[in-house]
């Protein structure tokens, strides 16, 4: 009734049918049209720029050509053979040049990323800096050529993310930390590929491609730093720089075969080197080295740590790299003096798995193997069990970086053709939270952390909920650091993700970094150490593997890391916050314990 008066009061109009269509017609060609028009812009920029990148390799080649012609007496396997603290001395006493060294890494990195696509710039400008280097004071990393990642500022060059959108947009300055590397003498000579939109463990966008795995085309180089772990694997670099939000420096690593550290969050400057969703503070995302032993982590750590870095940026508590670390873990009335160098024995808690992801056999074995040479060489290890990683993970993580619903994240994405490597994730970030909720309710009988990873990416809700995660997120942070001064523990021995994955599949795995990003949220400094390479009895035992839920996440690990057999595998070493020197000195110790058992299985 009340229905028909409202009808009442309406003016009787009659609509033409054929209108109604004709209209809906004109408004669906119309959006089709401005979409078609919009994709079209989009592919024009990005041939516009693979044309300029390859100005940029031809630039690059013929640079390293006319100087190879000039002087064919230098001896590039030489140079490429160098550790980065020998190569550095040389360059410093006069033994070396640094016109050498540059042209001969400029060389290899071009025949590297021709073969596995991990450069996305040469910096035309190295040269001119090489002019400039030598009228300065020689700092400690003096002629030494240094690969940046792409998101990393570098005055005139855009950080685009992997996104066309940002194609235009040079940035004004370079970052902080490329500042200071260039005043210790450093020479940035090339910028390496990312994930799209960074948050991501696979190295593919539609900018610039996939890059690959050195060691294995099949494999992905890991992400989001994958082209940095790939060129300095592949031996076209020797000191890189990455960034690291859950994993983008210890993954790739561990894949490529390196050694990769990620310090506390701003002990190194991160100004210039911008994450898509700027102020996400929940999970910090930091700098780090990227290098092919702990020898050069240290000296690159040494030589950032200075007080350019201090003045350039406020942010960055003006504490130089500790030879000497006051150690307080002890007897509490003892102080002990930790030199990097000494030999004092660490206690050292450790665990081969967290419990959320069950790792691959030779993750595992890794930890197993290391353990037990830790322990021969006269430390001491004891068992540690990481407490609610399920709560960690869902809340700490998920929840907290994913506090908008991932609204930030996917705007990133308009107007942008999406990557396969991302294809996965973005479907996650695009569903309604209403939908997200549905999905989750109907799917936690069956596949429970499935279920209660799609509730986390709904976010957090309200102010209130965002402070109540906020202290939550402290109080975990207390409960393990009081977990670990109980068992009077020095350092942490524990799994980094591995082996390199199967191309197409780390993308859609990136919950699997759990091993890594635990310590992003606790905001410790950790890195990876390779120790081992996957056996044939590896394979065999992964022919078993079934994982800890019997969920599509496990079976599509176990397919991930299939067909690895020679590969690198790493493990993470971990200390607590600012204690950087000393978790350098573990990772050196780890490095030193593995590096003799490989020589005795080759003897």
Same mark, same amino acid.
């Given at each position: ?21 004709? /209209?809906? *017609? ?13 994709? @079209? ?12 990148? !390859? ?62 696509? *991990?450069? #996305? ?28 990642? !792409? ?71 890991? +992400? ?10 592949? +031996? ?17 690593? $561990? ?16 100004? $210039?080197?911008?994450?898509?969703? !700027? ?11 990227? #290098? ?95 407490? @609610? ?9 998920? =929840? ?14 308009? $107007? ?35 279920? =209660? ?5 709904? $976010? ?24 670990? =001064? ?41 890195? /990876?150490?390779?120790?081992?390479? /996957? ?37 993470? *070493? ?30």
């Amino acid at each position: 009734m009340a229905l028909d008066k409202a009808k009442g009061c309406l003016p009787d109009i009659q609509v033409d049918g054929r209108i109604v269509s004709t /209209v809906l *017609c004109g408004s669906a060609a119309a959006f089709l049209m401005l979409k078609y028009v919009s994709q @079209r812009q989009v592919q024009k920029k990005l041939e516009e720029a693979k044309k300029k990148r !390859e100005a940029g390799f031809q630039r690059m080649e013929k640079a390293a050509r006319q100087f190879k012609q000039q002087n064919p007496g230098v001896k590039a396997g030489q140079i490429l053979s160098l550790p980065l603290a020998e190569l550095a001395a040389k360059l410093k006493d006069g033994s070396l040049c640094p016109e050498s060294v540059l042209y001969v890494y400029v060389e290899k990195a071009l025949e590297v990323t021709q073969q596995i696509n *991990c450069v #996305t710039d040469f910096l035309p400008e190295c040269e001119e800096q090489l002019r400039e280097v030598k009228k300065q004071p020689k700092g400690l990393l003096y002629g030494v050529p240094v690969s940046i990642k !792409e998101n990393v500022a570098n005055k005139g060059y855009p950080i685009t993310f992997g996104l066309a959108k940002f194609l235009d947009c040079p940035e004004c300055d370079d970052s902080v930390i490329v500042k200071v590397l260039k005043k210790q003498g450093a020479i940035p000579f090339v910028r390496t590929n990312t994930s799209q939109a960074i948050l991501n463990i696979d190295c593919g966008n539609t900018v610039f491609g996939q890059t690959l795995n050195p060691f294995n085309h099949q494999k992905s180089s890991g +992400g989001s730093s994958g082209g940095e772990a790939a060129l300095i694997g592949g +031996g076209g670099s020797i000191l890189g720089i990455g960034t690291d939000v859950a994993a983008s420096i210890r993954v790739p690593c $561990g894949f490529c075969g390196i050694c990769g550290f990620k310090p506390t969050g701003y002990r190194i400057s991160v100004k $210039g080197s911008p994450s898509p969703v !700027e102020g996400m503070n929940s999970v910090i995302s930091v700098t780090g080295p990227m #290098t092919r032993d702990v020898d050069s982590l240290v000296l690159c750590m040494r030589a950032l740590l200075c007080d350019e870095m201090f003045h350039l940026d406020t942010d960055v508590p003006p504490i130089p790299f500790n030879e000497e670390v006051m150690d307080l873990i002890q007897e509490a009335a003892t102080v002990v003096v930790v030199i990097y160098s000494s030999a004092r024995p660490l206690r050292i808690g450790y665990y081969d798995t967290d419990g959320y992801f069950q790792p691959s056999p030779s993750m595992k074995r890794a930890v197993q193997e290391t353990r037990q040479l830790l322990q021969e060489a006269g430390h001491t290890l004891i068992p540690f069990t990481p407490p @609610r990683i399920d709560f960690l993970v869902d809340e700490l993580f998920t =929840r907290a970086r994913a506090a908008d619903g991932n609204a930030t994240l996917a705007e990133k994405f308009d $107007g942008e053709f999406v990557d396969s490597t991302w294809t996965n994730q973005i479907r996650c970030c695009r569903l309604p939270n209403l939908l997200k909720r549905i999905l989750a309710l109907i799917l936690m009988p069956v596949y429970p952390r499935i279920s =209660r990873h799609l509730n986390a990416h709904v $976010g957090i809700s309200s102010a209130k909920d965002f402070w109540k995660n906020n202290a939550d997120r402290k109080a975990y942070c207390d409960e393990f650091i009081a977990e670990w =001064r109980k068992l009077k523990l020095d350092v942490v021995l524990c799994p980094a993700l591995g082996p390199a994955f199967n191309l197409g599949y780390a993308g859609k795995l990136f919950v699997a970094t759990t091993y890594t990003h635990l310590y992003n949220v606790l905001n410790f400094p950790a890195g /990876v150490v390779p120790v081992t390479t /996957v056996t044939q009895a590896d394979e065999e035992e992964l022919k078993m593997y079934k994982g800890y839920y019997g969920d599509p996440w496990d079976k599509r690990m176990k397919e991930a890391v299939e067909g690895a057999v020679g590969l690198p595998v790493a493990v993470q *070493c971990v200390a607590l916050p600012w204690q950087e020197e000393l978790c350098l000195r573990f990772m050196k110790e780890v490095e030193k314990v593995s590096s003799h058992a490989r020589g005795r299985k080759k003897v």
